[in-house]
């Protein structure tokens, strides 16, 4: 309320306003509001490579979340739209969450309050691997990347062996143009006396992955492979019979 006071100029009386006087005791000065701050978070997954339904680790960071508010670590497998939640995490620090089926997914973070999404990561890539049996490979279209795919059972070393596929020895074994797999496992036997071979070799370059089997024995290796293209050989005997099982990240083995 403003307060008014006389002031008198020869006959003329004028009225003024009063100089306002200090702030009655007690009252607080006027605070400004704090700027609110946006929140932050980042996704680290420590392995992008990972074996289907294993669990995996990630590393959480995030700033301005709040006390009410909450991480979420989200997924979306290749080729969807949808994202699902995959587990609640820490703020910060690195946390284990549960394992996926086999696929290519791309994960993120998200900070939740009261039901609404207040930020998002960007999105880190996952490949998810599972097990493929030759007998599944020969079943699925891909079949024609097998010289010869054909079930069966012979006798080495004593004892039965069962084979999923046969070679000649001098034809390419298999070959795969668009593999989606990280690593096979073979085992393999000549059907005579004589010592059998088996390479590998990838599109991309570098030395062949060699491994031998004596003669009325079973081969075992594991090779790694790092490329869309590779071509198995097996050579030294008129004819191998041989069984695997790929580790990929589709259930066909193809991207």
Known sequence: ????????????????PAAAG???AGTPPTERPRPVKTPEVQLQL???????????????QSKHVGKKGKVFLQHRKKGTRSWDNVAKVSRRGVSTVPGTAVGVYTYRLIVTKKGKTLAKSKGSQLRAYGDLTLQQYCAGASASGIHACAAGSATVGGAPFSYNATADGSTPSATFANSACASVTLH???TSTATASVSLTQDKGGAPQTASAAPDTVGAATFRIGSQ???LQFSGAPQVVWDATFSCFTASGTR
């Open 188 to 190: 393999w036997a000549a």
């Open 1 to 16: 309320m403003t307060t008014w006071a006389a002031l008198t100029v020869g006959a003329a009386l004028i009225a003024m």
């Open 46 to 60: 420590l392995d992008q490579d990972v074996d289907a339904g294993a669990s995996f680790d990630v590393r959480v």
């Open 229 to 231: 293209g590779w071509t």
């Open 22 to 24: 200090p702030a009655a």
